[in-house]
Each structure stands twice: as structure tokens, then as C-alpha cells.
């Protein structure tokens, strides 16, 4: 189990990550709908996070949620590289009620994100647009290439949802293990 501890004058962050876990959990950002956001990766990406996190809430959510997309983004870069043995490339299409979500990531050690989705306007009392900024944190922290691209709905929740349940499941499916794959690139290295 890898851990990491990041502290900044606006957060205050301990996680321990597995990245072949049971899907358990453990976590406590102060912000309940990102927590029910990251509890829903963590289950469908079958990874194991303990994650605490204690940041300036009172200002607005955004340093507790980029930092976050940070640290997981550092524990995904230390439990992944060298890439050795894995598929490599992962596919997700996540259907929640009408909202229909595609994503695709490259574990290329190389970090890209395109990300459309009309993400716009409060869930709760969360921002909407925050989805998109954690997302940018993790990717270029683990340096994945990764595709998030809305394809319906209405619902932000379900939207929001529906994005960090692909990139979990996508997120499986990239880093399974092949024992017929040694290094997945003709680059010989990644």
C-alpha cells in the first residue's frame, strides 16, 4: 500500500492507495458529494483509498478538490510506472439514467486530457466545473492520457457521476494485468 501526505497552507491531505484492491474505502474530504464521487471510483476501479483530507472549505471547495486530484494523481504515478504487464489502454461507456458518459485513457506516462462535458452550475453545494478540475490534477500528477467525452443527459449529478464511474471503469480495464504483455509500447519504455 502506498501512502502520501501533502500539506499546503489551504489543505491538509494523508491518503494510502492499493492499486489491486477489494474496492474498500475510507474517505472524508469534508465534501459529501465529492466523497459519494470518489467512493464511486473507488469501487468500480477496484482500487483500495484511504483518504483524509482538511482543507479551506470555508473559502469555496476548489483547493480540497484539485489537491485531492493531486495526491491520487501522485499515488496512480508511483503504483504505476514502470508500466509492466497491463493492458495499457482502457474503454468505459457508463450509462446513469439519461446521462451517458465515454471515457478512454492511455496509461502512456505522458499526461493529456481532453474533457468535454457541460458541467456548469451547483450539485448541492458543489461546483460542477470542480469535476473537471480534479480530473486535470489527477491526469497530469499520474501522467495518463485520458478522453472524457459527454455524450447526454441533464441531470449534473448524474452527469458527474456517470464520468468518474467510466474513468474507474476504463481506469480497471487499463491497468489489468496480462502476463502476455511485457512493456505495452514499441517505444521500449513509457
Not at 485531492?68 to 468505459?92: D, K, M, T, W
Not at 492511455?106 to 493529456?112: G, H, L, M
Not at 450539485?123 to 485520458?146: P, Q, Y
Request: hydrophobic content about 40%; some cysteine; aromatic content about 10%.
Amino acid at each position: 500500500m502506498k501512502t502520501l501526505t501533502r500539506t499546503t497552507k489551504e489543505t491538509n491531505i494523508t491518503a494510502k492507495f492499493n492499486l489491486y484492491g477489494n474496492s474498500k474505502s475510507s474517505i472524508d474530504t469534508g465534501i459529501s458529494f465529492f466523497n459519494h464521487m470518489l467512493d464511486s471510483f473507488v469501487r468500480h476501479s477496484l482500487i483500495d483509498l484511504e483518504l483524509q483530507c482538511s482543507g479551506d472549505i470555508d473559502v469555496d471547495y476548489h483547493h480540497s478538490v484539485e489537491d485531492c486530484g493531486i495526491v491520487i494523481g501522485e499515488l496512480l504515478h508511483q503504483s504505476l510506472y514502470p508500466a509492466n504487464g497491463i493492458e495499457r489502454f482502457g474503454y468505459a461507456s457508463v450509462v446513469m439514467d439519461e446521462a451517458c458518459v465515454e471515457c478512454s485513457i492511455d496509461v502512456s506516462n505522458r499526461a493529456f486530457l481532453v474533457f468535454e462535458a457541460p458541467l456548469s452550475g451547483k450539485i448541492g453545494t458543489f461546483d460542477a466545473e470542480l469535476v473537471e478540475e480534479f480530473f486535470r490534477a489527477l491526469v497530469s500528477n499520474a501522467n495518463l492520457s485520458v478522453h472524457i467525452i459527454y455524450k447526454r443527459g441533464k441531470n449534473l449529478h448524474h452527469i458527474s457521476e456517470a464520468i468518474f464511474k467510466s474513468f474507474a471503469v476504463a481506469f480497471r480495464n487499463a491497468v489489468k494485468q496480462n502476463d502476455r504483455i511485457t512493456l505495452p509500447s514499441t517505444k521500449g519504455m513509457l
